[in-house]
């Protein structure tokens, strides 16, 4: 692993960050994975994939400035249908390398080329003499100058650690023998190249279990006056990702930006690291959007600028034909700052009762006094503000006389006109409710129906009954007359309904004496 040079301003610490987005996108993408992608500009090609049933080796292009996909006609020899294939792009030209025909249970071998630069586009069989490489699917192909190199994959014989690097000027395959410690044979392994470099992660082994090692194909070592290649294995450091195969790979900045793919417990996942070239530094990248693409692999991924596309994929059971996108910061950001939590009802609630800055003192008949504020009063109460502004004498001195009013329950109606949060609780609700009615605080009443209407049961439905009666609670009269109709049977033996008085017990009586007689008339 060698070192790279920084760049004059280091901006490796802006990878923490980045913001997902579904895309809305016109044209229709076939659900598919296991394709192949590159991208070329502002545009992005797919080539074939499986969408669940069938294999394909149709070409669709995103443009990523209008959002917008395209199907175009193309003439010439089409490759067979065909997933888990390699697409590179050398000069404007695509290169449609191996992979896996379920139709025919086929492992490819060949190679097709399409150039994107003119006007008829047409697909053309790849011919060589001399060295061919072994057919394969599941492998890694990665461009650098004229050169794809192929490494690892599989077939029906086994899994490959191989490398071969084709070489599109003299259309010729080489077999390469790296220096250095090979990787261990496997596929499902995903890649990128940063400068003369090739870095593979992960993918799955022999025995199909799952892997986050790193390795690095260094293209340019040098030994003596010649260059040669070699493998190195690096130590990574930080919050390295968990193992999986079929995860996507795209390098931003001196970062390899990894997504998804599928663990050893075969969950398919959703999360993204960023592994930092220069230090070795791996950190999890957090979404600071409100959406997140959902957990998949074998899907298609490539960044343009600081955005990284990713389209299609499965998850087990759903083949996705959506695109997302993530953009990356570009600066190191902080934490976002966490806003305190809203202390204005709690802060006006700790004023009730407080001697000071009060200007206004209530005495009630037990003699203790309990101290308000006048504005406060003014601006939340009907009552008080009719009380405190009625032009009387005695309500512009600092003490007013409450008669017939209990500390306790003033106390909860000065707190919910405060801060329009009172807590009520069985054992105070009543009370309050009582004193809510005696003052006019109609929002305050309200609740209070509520909570006792969410709460009535063959225990209190009686006293229920009654305290909707006296106050002309309707809504909570008939939910109480409702819930004692229904459960009659259990409630008219208790002693709270015997209790009743004889009109409200008449009044129950003959709403089932009436629903009963209708009962017969229908039976009739």
Not at 44 to 69: P, Q
Not at 216 to 241: A, D, Y
């Amino acid at each position: 692993w060698v070192m790279g040079n920084k760049a004059s301003v280091d901006c490796s610490g802006a990878l923490r960050h980045g913001k997902w987005t579904k895309a809305e996108v016109q044209g229709k993408f076939p659900s598919a994975y296991a394709g192949g992608s590159c991208c070329i500009g502002t545009k992005i090609y797919v080539v074939g994939g499986f969408n669940g049933s069938d294999d394909s080796s149709t070409l669709h292009i995103l443009d990523t400035e209008t959002m917008k996909w395209t199907q175009p006609l193309i003439l010439g020899e089409k490759p067979p249908a065909r997933s888990y294939h390699t697409l590179s792009v050398v000069d404007g030209k695509l290169y449609l390398f191996g992979g896996f025909c379920k139709a025919t249970a086929t492992t490819m071998g060949d190679m097709f080329v399409l150039d994107t630069r003119r006007e008829r586009l047409e697909w053309k069989q790849i011919t060589w003499e001399g060295h061919s490489p072994i057919e394969r699917y599941e492998h890694s192909a990665d461009v650098l100058d004229h050169y794809i190199y192929v490494f690892g994959g599989g077939n029906s014989r086994g899994w490959l650690n191989d490398l071969v690097i084709f070489d599109t000027v003299n259309c010729k395959w080489i077999k390469s023998f790296p220096q250095g410690n090979r990787p261990q044979k496997r596929l499902g392994h995903s890649s990128v190249t940063l400068g003369d470099k090739i870095i593979i992660f992960g993918g799955y082994n022999l025995a199909k279990q799952r892997l986050n090692d790193v390795h690095v194909l260094q293209t340019s070592l040098k030994e003596g006056s010649r260059n040669i290649v070699g493998w190195v294995q690096p130590t990574l450091k930080g919050t390295i990702p968990a193992a999986r195969a079929a995860s996507s790979a795209v390098r931003v900045d001196s970062s390899i930006v990894l997504f998804g793919g599928y663990s050893n417990l075969n969950e398919r996942l959703n999360d993204i690291f960023a592994i930092e070239y220069n230090t070795l530094e791996c950190k999890q990248v957090k979404n600071t959007g409100n959406s997140t693409p959902a957990g998949r692999s074998y899907h298609y991924c490539e960044v343009i600028g600081r955005r990284i596309y990713v389209i299609g994929g499965f998850d087990g059971t759903t083949v996705f034909d959506d695109v997302w996108y993530l953009d990356l910061d570009f600066v190191a950001m902080l934490e976002p700052p966490q806003i305190p939590p809203n202390t204005l009802s709690s802060d006006f609630m700790s004023l009730v009762n407080q001697e000071k800055y009060s200007d206004i003192a209530f005495t009630l008949d037990d003699g203790t006094k309990v101290f308000a504020h006048r504005l406060i009063l003014v601006s939340r109460s009907e009552h008080f503000r009719a009380m405190l502004e009625s032009g009387m004498v005695e309500t512009g001195k600092p003490e007013i006389h409450l008669t017939g009013v209990e500390r306790r329950p003033f106390l909860y109606l000065l707190k919910e006109i405060y801060s329009a949060n009172v807590e009520l609780e069985p054992w105070n609700v009543v009370d309050i409710y009582k004193i809510a009615h005696t003052f006019g605080e109609k929002r305050l009443q309200a609740k209070c129906e509520k909570y006792l209407q969410e709460r009535i049961d063959v225990d209190n439905v009686c006293d229920v009954f009654v305290l909707a009666d006296i106050y002309f609670a309707q809504y909570l009269r008939r939910s109480a007359l409702n819930f004692i109709l229904i459960q009659y049977p259990f409630v008219s033996k208790r002693e709270e309904y015997q209790a009743l008085s004889d009109d409200l017990k008449n009044e129950i009586e003959s709403v089932i004496e009436y629903n009963t007689s209708i009962q017969r008339r229908s039976k009739q």
